[in-house]
């Protein structure tokens, strides 16, 4: 577990380096994203990971301008947690949708930037399990399960760092996936979730796949099968 005094000490390492090599953006950055790996590798970082990534960005933020370009924004490869996904949904749907709708929405939305991006850079840094109704996100499931089959309130998801605003535009940074998930949500939110759950459990599908080689869960390379299959053929 990352304790509070190690993560002082991550951020207090990282700012000595970040001073020490102002000008030379690309190694200050590689430290930085270094970092993040340790973060998250911790199996129960302190506080979140959400906030603990949020920390990081804002580094990135407070050096626009005086460092290298690539620090004027996070970089594309950042991922978004299940529960943020979700409640950007939630929030472009204000309120109207179930946690099914959300788990279906927010696979699909996986499956497309995956299949724009590549299979080693996925959307969601949770992965998606092959369950009874289709591709599920455990700790998105555990979250919305008290809602059963009744619409998910905003209030859902009051604790998560968004990235998306109140006027629905992305927070900066998140364009690129708040993008796709708005795509996501345009495209399949006047579908049930039965209808959804149909989809997704298209015979060419990762979830089939997943199911057919004995495993729970699905993986990255399966979905830009999925894609591929989908958009491609």
């Not at 020490?20 to 911790?42: H, I, P």
């Not at 594309?76 to 939630?90: D, F, N, P, W």
Request: aromatic share 12%.
């Amino acid at each position: 577990m990352l304790k509070k005094r190690e993560f002082r000490a991550g951020i207090l390492d990282y700012g000595k380096f970040f001073k020490d090599t102002r000008g030379r953006g690309v190694q200050a950055r590689n430290l930085g994203w270094k970092f993040v790996k340790y973060v998250e590798r911790s199996p129960k970082p302190w506080r979140s990971r959400e906030f603990l990534l949020e920390i990081i960005q804002e580094m990135f933020r407070d050096a626009k301008g005086s460092q290298d370009s690539v620090f004027e924004k996070v970089p594309e490869k950042v991922t978004i947690s299940c529960t943020q996904g979700g409640q950007a949904l939630c929030q472009l749907s204000e309120g109207k949708l179930t946690p099914l709708q959300i788990q279906k929405m927010l696979y699909f939305a996986n499956m497309l930037y995956i299949g724009e991006n590549g299979k080693d850079n996925p959307l969601i840094r949770n992965k998606f399990l092959a369950w009874k109704y289709g591709p599920v996100v455990r700790e998105l499931y555990e979250r919305l399960k008290p809602f059963k089959g009744g619409n998910v309130p905003l209030s859902a998801f009051d604790d998560i760092v968004p990235i998306i605003k109140e006027d629905k535009n992305p927070v900066e940074g998140y364009e690129k996936q708040v993008k796709v998930i708005t795509d996501s949500y345009n495209r399949w939110s006047d579908f049930s979730a039965y209808k959804l759950v149909q989809i997704s459990h298209w015979p060419k599908g990762a979830w089939r796949s997943s199911l057919n080689e004995g495993s729970e869960k699905i993986d990255n390379a399966l979905i830009w099968n999925e894609y591929d299959a989908r958009y491609n053929q």
